[in-house]
T-cell receptor, first 116, second 109 residues
Framework: NAGVTQTPKFQVLKTGQSMTLQCAQD?????MYWYRQDPGMGLRLIYY???????DKGEVPNGYNVSRLNKREFSLRLESAAPSQTSVYFC???????????????FGSGTRLTVV | RKEVEQDPGPFNVPEGATVAFNCTYS??????FFWYRQDCRKEPKLLMS???SGNEDGRFTAQLNRASQYISLLIRDSKLSDSATYLC??????????FGKGTMLLVSP
């Protein structure tokens, strides 16, 4: 059982380049999330998908787009990378039913992105 | 007031010590509460959920005070392996979680 798989694990981009971060989960979770983590800032929500077919902005969505490809996969795209997007990106998933409100997220291992 | 606030760290304690982490949250409608642990350069992992009546898991005890919007985590008999950053987490909207910035714990021999 792989849980949440993120690719790539590391990436260096030049300013203005584009890329897509991939995320897949095999736990049959309904909801998926993208966070970024910066020193001193904690984890901040970029976008989320509460269920297949829906996506919503989080706290810091500017400069990003997302696609919920199917129930398993949720990708994050940087159309024109900027140095301010240098960060560690985490994908997470969760299932939401009444009794599982006491379950948190399962995270992927992260993507370390550097934009130069 | 920030949504989830935690004690600034780091906390430096010797092995065997008892250490307490505190957290306050601003959304009185929050229903789900968690403590996560994050090791250096790793992803956060769920340590324990926090229930209204308080709950214990081995050396770890979590408490919730809804009236004061306060959550705590107590670690007894600290081990070297407990060294990590502890994140207080509260549900933001129905389907999202909001994370505190975390408190680093360093347990020394």
């Amino acid at each position: 059982n792989a849980g949440v798989t993120q690719t790539p694990k590391f990436q260096v981009l030049k300013t203005g380049q584009s890329m897509t971060l991939q995320c897949a989960q095999d736990m049959n979770h309904n909801s998926m999330y993208w966070y970024r983590q910066d020193p001193g800032m904690g984890l901040r929500l970029i976008y989320y998908s509460a269920s297949e077919g829906t996506t919503d902005k989080g706290e810091v969505p500017n400069g990003y787009n997302v696609s919920r490809l199917n129930k398993r996969e949720f990708s994050l795209r940087l159309e024109s990378a900027a140095p301010s997007q240098t960060s560690v990106y985490f994908c997470a998933s969760r299932t939401l039913t009444g009794e599982t409100l006491n379950y948190g997220y399962t995270f992927g291992s992260g993507t370390r992105l550097t934009v130069v | 007031r920030k949504e989830v606030e935690q004690d600034p760290g780091p906390f430096n304690v010797p092995e065997g010590a008892t250490v307490a982490f505190n957290c306050t949250y601003s959304n009185s409608a929050s229903q789900s509460f968690f403590w996560y642990r994050q090791d250096c350069r790793k992803e956060p992992k769920l340590l324990m959920s926090v229930y209204s009546s308080g709950n214990e898991d081995g050396r770890f005890t979590a408490q919730l005070n809804r009236a004061s919007q306060y959550i705590s985590l107590l670690i007894r008999d600290s081990k070297l392996s407990d060294s990590a950053t502890y994140l207080c987490v509260v549900n933001g909207g129905y389907s999202t979680l909001t994370f505190g910035k975390g408190t680093m714990l360093l347990v020394s021999p």
